[in-house]
């Protein structure tokens, strides 16, 4: 059972111009009363409270509107732990992922972009609602880029990511 915002505001103070978090108890770890809250966890901050782990954009969530977010929160400039109010957002599996920078494994240099050996021409890609779906083939990456760029913006606006 996830604890409600009263009790998490009994045991956390939430800054939300830093996204910091401070501990008003000591929690059962004998970490002192005001140190810092969390850890990080890939880029995230995580929180030990009430028997569980979670996130600290969730708790942040939490405490500024009363509930638990409903979908996915998203971080307007990427970074996972940065926590302030004003860099979360709600959004959709398909509008968080779309606000993902290129995969790890990209080699053409551009997001959406990859070699298709079959045409030996530059690929355009981008999923949407689950869906993936082929823009075109082009000749240079940056052309296949451009193409990505305008069906991200298309699909996704604030929520599209070029980079």
């Known amino acids: 059972m996830k604890p409600t915002a009263e009790r998490v505001r009994?045991?956390?103070d939430?800054?939300?111009l830093t996204g910091g978090f401070i501990w008003k108890v000591s929690p059962a770890n004998n970490t002192p009363?005001?140190?810092i809250a969390g850890a990080d966890c890939d880029g995230y901050v995580l929180i030990r409270i009430c028997g569980g782990?979670?996130?600290g954009h969730q708790l942040a969530w939490l405490l500024m509107t009363g509930e638990w977010p409903t979908e996915r929160i998203d971080h307007r400039d990427y970074d996972r732990g940065?926590?302030?109010w004003g860099n979360l957002r709600l959004a959709t599996n398909s509008q968080n992922k779309a606000n993902a920078g290129k995969r790890i494994d990209n080699?053409?240099?551009?997001?959406g972009v990859s070699w298709y050996r079959q045409t030996k021409r530059w690929v355009a890609q981008i999923g949407f609602q689950g869906v993936h779906k082929t823009i075109g083939?082009?000749?240079t990456p940056e052309e296949a880029h451009a193409a990505y760029c305008e069906a991200a913006s298309r699909l996704f606006g604030e929520f599209a990511?070029?980079?």
Do not use: D, I, Q, T
């Open 14 to 16: 939430y800054n939300p």
């Open 33 to 35: 009363r005001g140190s």
């Open 53 to 55: 782990r979670y996130k």
């Open 137 to 139: 083939y082009f000749p």
């Open 10 to 12: 009994e045991l956390l």
């Open 161 to 163: 990511r070029f980079e």
């Open 107 to 111: 080699k053409s240099g551009f997001k």
């Open 82 to 84: 940065n926590n302030a």
